[in-house]
């Protein structure tokens, strides 16, 4: 391999470990929110400590068909969104901005679901201890769901690794951009090869790690 | 605190899970609610500890009533109790001592004042020492002292107990029914004790209330019901009692020095007249009862021989030649 594609390879690497981490924190940043608050208003039976069934199905229902489009669909009909914020669709920022919007309720789910794991008894001792909502949530909640926090975390770091390939095809940058610039439009099938490499060692490494840190965690307990 | 109750009711869809009861708990007791399972235990102590509104009644607690509080007084009046329960539902995101201290941190108190109670709370259950250690390398036992120090860590007046011993072995369940009945003295707490075992009503209840169908079937002292139960729930639970495996009554609250284990070849002869008639020994007995050891009956004693070491080192050596397995022992105070 010469030093021209290795230098073309590392620099898509970088692009698409920046778009990823970026698009992880900002689609927390709305996820998990939002993931917080589809549990807790969900049925008694549920685990919701404050049931607001009409609020619950409303956000349920967005989640739903925001997860249920193909996501390549999903980046383009949000490149309004990124011109809007970024004053441009293409490049790694725009992706960013398509891509955490596109994961947020992804990150919804993985969150919610987490939480539900969560012994209710335990919930029922910290309420019959005078906590608030607040505390419950904060001090309870997310701490005792910490280890299957970070593994959803995990899943949601691999997701976005793929859905950034995807994006990098419609002008995004990073590998993805890459592979169909010099891979598919110029039968380079050596950077073919190398992007997808890069790629898979990049979920791997994503997974082991997060394995690592949530057995640690469980462990500690 | 003395605790009211005023025909509470509850109803899931159509089933009355309570359904009108009325009680006087008074302050500074430890006061039994037994029932089969699904007899609505769990129901009552939800709605008496302000964890769910009745549909009807009212709950009193002294002179406040608190079953139709506001938000904001629901938090503040809830701080003012503890509850313990049969899973122990203890933080596994937090250590034994930050278990504790979680109902002061709520409270917003200070950090050492946090510590040095905690500290206290860990030596009143005793676990000193063990505040570092993550929930699940604590035994059942120690796992429901930690709950107990956390329940009673803003000192409240009322301890709710929801089927406390219920996941325990009866060698633990009488340790921590030794510790919440020391707690109560100490602390001049109302108990609240539920629970599906005559045992734990026994061993550490004053007073009972027997539940049937949410309904309270039969209310009294704990030695009335036990000398005459009226209703058929209440002999049955009775019954079940005379099966248990181990059942020693304690007699005196001094300790025994000695524990004599009499076999079945040695219960047929009068041992114990003999060896006062020989060696002149005086035998004071501070438990008695049968015991199962590994399926085998035993007669027990927990005994202090007297009147000086002389004799009691001939009574002890006769005993011994009798076939009577004698321990040197202390009779535990079960704390
Ligand atoms: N949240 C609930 N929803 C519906 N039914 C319930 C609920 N809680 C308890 N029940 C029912 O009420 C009855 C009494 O339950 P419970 O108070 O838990 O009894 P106990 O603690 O004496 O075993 C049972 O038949 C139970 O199935
Ligand atoms: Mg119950």
Known sequence: MNSMIFK????????????VFWSTVFSLIMGLPLGVLLHVTDKEDQGGIIPKPVLNEILSRIVNILRSFPFLILMIVLMPVARFILGTTIGTRASVVSLSIAAAPFVARVIETSLKEVDPGVIQAAKAMGSTNWQIIVKVMLPEALPSLVSGVTLTIINLIGYSAMAGTIGGGGLGDLAIRYGYQRFRSDVMLAAVIVIIVLVEVVQFVGNKLSSRLLAKR | MQIRLENLKRDYGSLHAVDGVSLNIPSNTVYGIIGRSGAGKSTLVRLVSMLERPDEGEVWYGDKRVDNLSKKELIEERRKIGMIFQNF???????AAENIAYPMEICRKPKDWIKTRTEELLALVGLEGRGNAAVSTLSGGQKQRIAIARALACE???????????ALDPQTTRSILALIKEIQKKMNLTVVM?????????????????LENGKVVEEGLVSDIFASPKSAVTKDFLSNLTNVKDSIVKLSDKTGHYTLRFSSSTTSEPIISRVTKETGALFNIVAAGVQYIEDKKYGVMVLDIGPDGETEKKAVEMLKRSGVTVERTVLEEEA
């Open chain 2, 89 to 95: 539902n203890l933080f596994s995101s937090r250590t």
């Open chain 2, 194 to 210: 539920i629970t599906h075992q005559m045992e734990v009503v026994r061993d550490a209840c004053d007073r009972v209330a027997v």
């Open chain 1, 8 to 19: 073309l390879v590392a620099e898509s690497t970088l692009q698409t470990i920046e778009m």
């Open chain 2, 156 to 166: 409240p007046s009322i301890l709710f107990c929801d089927e406390a011993t219920s």
